[in-house]
Structure formats: C-alpha cells, structure tokens
C-alpha cells in the first residue's frame, strides 16, 4: 500500500536556525506533491506543492522544497526560521492514477521554534 | 465565502446518537473530499465527491458512515450510533486544479 513517512515527530529550533523536514513516500508512479502547514488553532494551509517541471520549487514564506525522483523524497527547507513558523507541518501525496485524487499523508511534524 | 466552510465547529455526542456534519466548498470547485484527522493517526481518506456522485467510498470505515452532496455544492457527512473510536477531527477540502482547500473541521467528541 502507498504511505507517507515523514521522519521528524518533533523539532524544535532556535530563531535564525535552518530547517530541514524530511519526506518519503512509497510508490513508483506518477505523484503530485504537497505540504500544508496548520498554524495553532487555525485550519490546514497549502504551503507549496510539486506536479511538474522544476523540483525545487518555492512557496510561501520562505518555504521550499525538493523532488528528488531517485530517492522518492519531497524534503521541506527553510533557512531561517521564524518564532511564527511553530505549527505542525504535513506531506501529503496526490497518485495519478484514476480520478480519485485523494491525498496520502504523513503523520506530520510538529516544530517549535523558540525566540 | 472565500473559503471553505464546515459546520459544527464543535460536536459533542453521546455514545449511540446520530451526528451530520457540513461541509460548504469553495463556489465553482467540483471535487470534494471528506478526511478524518485523529490523535497519533495522521489524516485518513473517507469518501471523494465528482459533482454529486462518489465514485470512491473506500475510506468509510463503516457502514455507520455516509456522506452525500447536493447540487454539487453542500455536503454532509453523516455518522449513525457513534462509538467512541469516532471521536476526530473531521476535514474536508475542495479542489480546484487538483489542488485541495481545507475547511477548518469539525471536531467531533463522542462521550
């Protein structure tokens, strides 16, 4: 069955420090790409997403990621985070594969980062 | 709205009652879908929308779930003698160029 590991359950980080929250999934077709992040009593927001072409790619707030086909990765970066980026941060994974495009996610990760 | 709307924003249960859940998408998106968020578990797929139809329902985990949609707009969410293991966060998100759009849930406590 396809799945989402993301290895990081916890991170927690100074002001200033760079981010890396890694990312792998199980499935060998095509796959669409995300990571949404929910703010403290907010609702999950798309951060950035993947589907084509360049696999750096850049979102908001500084935020960006990497495909990395060989390794099946999508690992989130930031070089230096803020007190306001402390939230729970998800992957997610869209299969091309029929019209269902449910998305398969990761147990999250939930950063804290201190002033 | 702008955004996706959800109703109740709290739901607080007893042990074999029925609760309907509401979900309002984004205005013109066709697709929707209904996830379930709880503790140590991540978000689980339950049933997708295309306009009114659901071609998939494999992520019900019962036969004491059902969802429906109408007019391809509003959809509900409905879960018959809820046991406790129901208690969740329950999500659902329309999308738009297979990109999906949260609502902020419906957090559902079933004593």
């Known amino acids: 069955a396809q799945s989402v590991s993301q290895h990081n359950h916890h991170v927690i980080l100074s002001e200033a420090a760079s981010l890396e929250l890694g990312c792998n999934y199980s499935?060998?077709?095509?796959?669409?790409l995300f990571w949404y992040v929910q703010y403290p009593g907010q609702h999950l927001q798309l951060l950035l997403k993947?589907?084509?072409?360049d696999p750096l790619v850049k979102g908001i707030k500084g935020f960006e990621a990497e495909f990395i086909k060989s390794k099946f990765s999508f690992n989130l970066r930031k070089p230096s985070v803020q007190w306001s980026d402390t939230a729970e941060y998800f992957c997610?994974?869209?299969?091309?594969?029929?019209?269902?495009?449910?998305?398969?996610w990761g147990l999250g990760t939930s950063l804290a980062v201190n002033p | 709205g702008a955004g996706v709307s959800q109703s109740p924003s709290n739901k607080v249960t007893e042990k074999g009652k029925d609760v309907e859940l509401r979900c309002d998408p984004i205005?013109?998106?066709?697709?929707l879908y209904w996830y379930r968020q709880s503790l140590g578990q991540g978000l689980e797929f339950l049933i997708y929308?295309?306009?009114?139809?659901?071609?998939?329902k494999s992520g019900l985990p019962s036969d004491r779930f059902s969802a429906e949609r109408t007019g391809g707009s509003v959809s509900t969410l409905t879960i018959q003698r809820t046991q406790q293991e129901d208690s969740a966060v329950y999500l659902c998100?329309?999308?738009?160029?297979?990109?999906?759009?949260f609502g902020p849930g419906t957090r559902l406590l079933v004593l």
């Open positions: 998100a329309s999308s738009f160029k297979e990109t999906q759009y």
């Open positions: 205005s013109g998106h066709t697709a």
């Open positions: 929308f295309q306009g009114n139809s659901a071609p998939d």
């Open positions: 499935y060998g077709g095509t796959v669409n």
């Open positions: 993947y589907f084509s072409g």
């Open positions: 997610a994974v869209m299969l091309n594969a029929g019209n269902n495009r449910k998305l398969i």
